[in-house]
């Protein structure tokens, strides 16, 4: 379009100078005419019409003067060798109308250039609109190709640098490869090295073995011996009490004296009495029978002593005549020998403290702990009472344990300091458990269900699991003895090991998980900071949590959260005493603080399944015990009790329980997640 614009403005342009150059031409006579017939023909009219236009004879002279000779020679001789026509015009138009004519005509072609000089102008316009879009156009493009080459750049710097990165990753993988290499040999030098020691153990135990075989040999011929040399003795001694026949009958002799046959009896006594010590020399058994130590008897060899030498208290020793001593000694073993200085010259003897009452202890042992006087009266009850419980045990150190199996490490000094063993947590109260500085909720919980686990497998110190079995699937019966570390290993298993060390002090572990029916997938996704955006991970939570507990648990589960007066369970809940009314001040005359008999986990369970929540309670009917050992078919005898039962007796006492737990421990809830006992 602009090649065609820039042609259109030449041809006029030339047009426009031939027109000019024509009506110049008549005044320009000296000018070089180069044309064709018609054109010398035209000039020849103008000539004479311009000759005509002089106005006297002398300008006419003048014009011919300065005509060039050879021209006005030419001139003569072209007229003169051809015919000139003089006729008039055939239209008979005078010269006059002829020039008007011709200046109308030349007004009519000024008119024109004028139109056409216009058109020329707005044409240069728009060539100068195009020219300057045109340069915009240019400039752009050069940016454009600037920014091009800008990208070209910047891709093929991004494309050194995937280069690079590739090369790093491959230097990585091929690093990562030979470090598991090393990592692999040196494990498998390590296990060989192992094998190895345990190879030499073997062999030294063999060896043992053999030497205890010949040093069992060598005591069997010394006793062969030693009898022998009783027989012989007793053959000696009987020769020596014979009578002799000194003129009496021989047909007669004399019976054998009792006090023969009673030595005879009693040295086949004595050596049925013998028995070998640790050392392995014959050891002679006590006995009242036995008179008194005579010399050429026989001595016990002294063996190992595991008890206390002295004054040793003697379990067969009813606790009532313990003396001063073995009480103080029986009192550091359970770890309250603080008090052991002020006992001395209180108790006489064990039924002192038999005898005493929570004053008497208070005032004579200057006990202020109530957890001290609580463990106290709790181990003499045990020692009043006929039947030994199992939990007592388990003393203060292996509950510290428990803690970190329960994921509480952050109160093992409070209980260390409350000396609470066993036998405590059996009898553990709320209160107690405010006094340990333990005023989370969903701590109590945890403590509540990890007791109730130690109540089903009788008090088992090894019940709760810390490391993975080699199975890949796991029951309902085996999640609730996990750990707080076994439950951190599930996450790991099932992708989470990045959120898995935030139960660390959380308190979760299987019994938690299985036994509280507020506990669900959204509790867990909480303690383990889960944001709530993260809808997918959640749901992948959900999905594992759901599998973990069991299909017949996770119904329970959610018929509990669907029931209408259904709260969920709060983490960051705390629990305080319950404000007594005016109506409970008697009773607190009459008990101490200490006496509650709030229990945390309640001992006896409550008769019927109650509702929780107005859902009724039924045990999950998975679970086939705690152990995995003790599982039974369905099928089995009915004579034949396990953990089943057991568990479902507990299983429906904690829900029971806990049904009167929450309507009497966490009724009061503040607006800010305050609770009330």
């Not at 005044?27 to 070089?32: M, N």
């Not at 020039?99 to 058109?119: A, C, M, N, Y």
């Not at 002679?284 to 030498?309: I, M, N, W, Y």
């Not at 439950?487 to 979760?508: H, I, Q, T």
Request: contains cysteine; glycine residues 6%; proline residues 4%.
């Amino acid at each position: 379009m602009f090649l065609d614009a820039r042609e259109m403005i030449q041809v006029t342009h030339e047009h426009f100078g031939n027109i000019k150059d024509f009506s110049n031409s008549m005044y320009d006579l000296g000018s070089p005419v180069s044309a064709g017939p018609l054109q010398v023909v035209q000039l020849a009219e103008d000539l004479r019409l311009a000759l005509e236009l002089q106005p006297n004879q002398e300008d006419r002279d003048s014009l011919r003067a300065q005509l060039p000779t050879e021209t006005a020679q030419a001139l003569m001789d072209w007229l003169q060798t051809g015919t000139v026509n003089l006729c008039s015009p055939s239209n008979n138009e005078t010269y006059q109308e002829r020039l008007l004519r011709l200046e109308g005509d030349k007004e009519s072609l000024v008119l024109q250039v004028s139109v056409l000089t216009d058109q020329v102008e707005a044409q240069g316009e728009k060539i100068r609109d195009l020219e300057s879009s045109l340069e915009e156009h240019r400039q752009k493009l050069s940016s454009t190709e600037e920014m091009l080459q800008q990208e070209l750049m910047s891709r093929t710097s991004l494309e050194t640098q995937k280069l690079d990165l590739m090369d790093e990753v491959s230097y990585l993988k091929l690093k990562l490869v030979s470090m598991e290499e090393t990592h692999t040999n040196d494990l498998q030098q390590e296990v060989k090295h192992l094998k190895s020691k345990v190879e030499e153990l073997e062999g030294e135990k063999s060896q043992y073995e053999r030497k205890l075989r010949a040093t069992k040999v060598q005591l069997m011929q010394n006793t062969y011996r030693l009898f022998v040399i009783f027989v012989k003795l007793e053959e000696c001694i009987l020769s020596d009490q014979s009578p002799l026949s000194s003129g009496v009958d021989s047909g007669q002799q004399s019976p054998v004296s009792p006090e023969n046959r009673k030595s005879h009896r009693g040295i086949k006594k004595l050596w049925g009495k013998i028995r070998r010590s640790q050392s392995g020399s014959p050891v002679q058994v006590h006995d009242s029978d036995l008179g008194e130590f005579k010399r050429g008897g026989f001595r016990a060899t002294a063996g190992p002593r595991l008890a206390r030498s002295g004054n040793t208290r003697d379990l067969k020793v009813p606790f009532s005549k313990w003396n001063t001593e073995q009480v103080c000694d029986w009192l550091e073993d359970i770890g309250l020998g603080q008090y052991g200085i002020l006992a001395r010259p209180w108790v006489t003897s064990g039924q002192t403290l038999l005898s005493a009452n929570t004053q008497d202890l208070e005032k004579e042992l200057a006990i202020k702990n109530p957890l001290h006087r609580k463990k106290l009266q709790l181990a003499i009850k045990t020692f009043s009472s006929k039947l030994r419980e199992k939990s007592a045990e388990l003393d203060h150190i292996w509950v510290t344990r428990w803690l970190d199996d329960i994921g509480l490490p952050q109160y093992k000094d409070q209980f260390n300091e409350g000396r609470v063993d066993g036998q405590m947590l059996q009898y553990l109260t709320v209160n107690d458990l405010l006094f340990l500085k333990v005023t989370s909720q969903l701590h109590h919980l945890s403590i509540k269900c990890a007791i109730h686990v130690l109540h089903v497998n009788k008090f088992n110190a090894n019940c709760l699991k810390r490391r993975p079995s080699n199975e890949n699937q796991f029951t309902p019966s085996e999640v609730v003895q996990w750990s707080n570390h076994r439950v951190m290993e599930w996450l790991r298993s099932v992708d989470l090991a990045e959120y898995a060390p935030n139960l660390r002090g959380s308190g979760v572990h299987g019994g938690l998980i299985m036994l509280e029916p507020r506990f669900n997938s959204d509790t867990l996704a909480m303690l383990l900071n889960i944001p709530p955006q993260k809808t997918l991970l959640r749901r992948h939570l959900t999905t594992n949590f759901h599998s973990l507990v069991g299909g017949q648990a996770q119904q329970e589960k959610r018929e509990y959260t669907e029931a209408p007066s259904y709260s969920p369970l709060s983490i960051t809940a705390k629990v305080k005493p319950k404000k007594l009314g005016f109506s409970n001040l008697t009773h607190l005359r009459r008990r101490r603080p200490d006496d509650s008999t709030d229990y945390v986990c309640p001992i006896e369970s409550s008769s019927g399944q109650s509702a929780l929540n107005g859902v009724q309670v039924r045990p999950y009917a998975g679970f086939r015990g705690l152990s995995p050992i003790l599982d039974r078919e369905p099928d089995r005898p009915r004579d034949q009790v396990g953990l089943d039962d057991i568990f479902k007796s507990f299983y429906t006492r904690s829900f029971s329980t806990s049904s009167s737990l929450t309507n009497r421990t966490y009724s009061h809830t503040n607006t800010d997640n305050n609770t009330y006992y």
